[in-house]
């Protein structure tokens, strides 16, 4: 199996950073060639018509980014928190301004 791809120069320490493969190769090959392409990538860029367009991960790697995604949105609110950034009110409080907001926009 043949694939026309590019791959960025930059390497991780174990396999190649990212690759980018078009749709009409995944049109042609299936969806099974992630497996083997995933084995010696971090990610697959799927280009569609000349453009990139979508990111295919290995689940375990997905994970990762979520946990790091999570580990930032911890420290931004513990920021906002240090800060004074936030204000203390009830549940029907909130709620109340939710209801507020959706009416005014």
Not at 25 to 53: A, Q, W
Request: charged letters at 35%.
């Amino acid at each position: 199996m043949k694939y026309n791809y590019h791959y960025n120069t930059l390497k991780s320490t174990f396999k190649d950073t990212m690759m980018t493969i078009t749709a009409s190769e995944i049109k042609k090959n299936g969806v099974s060639m992630f497996d083997k392409l995933l084995d010696r990538f971090d990610e697959l860029i799927i280009n569609v018509r000349g453009k990139d367009k979508f990111v295919v991960l290995d689940i375990e790697r997905y994970k990762e980014f979520r946990e790091h995604e999570l580990d930032i949105a911890h420290m931004k609110v513990m920021q906002d928190i240090k800060d004074g950034n936030y204000k203390s009110q009830t549940a029907s409080e909130h709620i109340k301004e939710l209801k507020l907001e959706l009416q005014n926009s």
